[in-house]
């Protein structure tokens, strides 16, 4: 049965002029591979709105998964995340200004929801084509980590069987020229993108593999 995913990317932050995360996933928009389809959607880099955006595009696509993706600078990795957690605390300002401190995502939601994607199998399978790929254990505080829990606060709350999660991406090479961080070709993080999607079409359950860190 063919299946649907949406895939989100954020705007520029942070005096960047682009977000690598809406590059990729905007390449992807329209696509058919083997039996999914993935549409893509690009949500704005400020805390509560990201969120309310990316409720209509659910709305509107009725996804069987949500992938959503953002910068995460300075990492050399594709990084599927294990875990949102349910607080605000911002170093940078958002899109907008605000700068919360230390505020609860959702008074009434747990302290953190595990992804629904098979994270390890997406680091696998990434792994396998040549990309540099690991698990993260922290979406940070910032408004990636804010959608990620909202997402998984909304899949929760509606509780329907879609699955969500969240994949922080590097720099594309052209963001690196004066920074002395690692990047990705919009080339390698499309296919790696390309083929998370694919994984968490097709498998609902994890693998169990060494794939955990010491810091
Ligand atoms: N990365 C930021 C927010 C938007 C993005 O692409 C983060 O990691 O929170």
Redesign the pocket.
């Known amino acids: 049965m063919k299946k649907k995913v949406l895939l989100t990317g954020?705007d520029p932050?942070g005096g960047e002029s682009v977000?690598p995360?809406w590059e990729a996933v905007k390449r992807l928009n329209g696509e058919r591979v083997e039996d999914i389809l993935i549409a893509a959607e690009q949500i704005p880099?400020v805390f509560h709105q990201s969120a309310d955006i990316l409720e209509k595009a659910i709305d509107k696509h009725c996804p069987d998964i949500v992938i959503c993706v953002?910068?995460?600078g300075g990492r050399p990795h594709m990084t599927p995340e294990r875990i949102a957690i349910n607080i605000d605390d911002a170093r940078i300002p958002d899109n907008d200004g605000q700068e919360p401190i230390d505020e609860q995502i959702a008074a009434d939601g747990p302290a953190a929801y595990w992804s629904a994607l098979p994270i390890k199998r997406i680091v696998k399978n990434m792994k396998e084509s040549g990309i540099p790929a690991s698990v993260s254990n922290s979406?940070?505080t910032?408004?990636?980590?804010h959608l990620f829990y909202r997402l998984m606060h909304y899949i929760d709350r509606s509780s329907s069987s879609m699955r969500g999660g969240f994949i922080?991406i590097p720099f594309l090479p052209e963001q690196t020229v004066d920074k002395k961080e690692p990047s990705l070709s919009l080339e390698t993080i499309v296919k790696g993108l390309r083929i998370a999607a694919l994984t968490a079409a097709n498998h609902e359950t994890d693998i169990r593999e060494t794939g955990g860190s010491l810091s």
Do not use: K, L, P
């Open positions: 954020f932050f977000n995360s880099t953002g910068q995460a979406a940070g910032f408004v990636c980590n922080h």
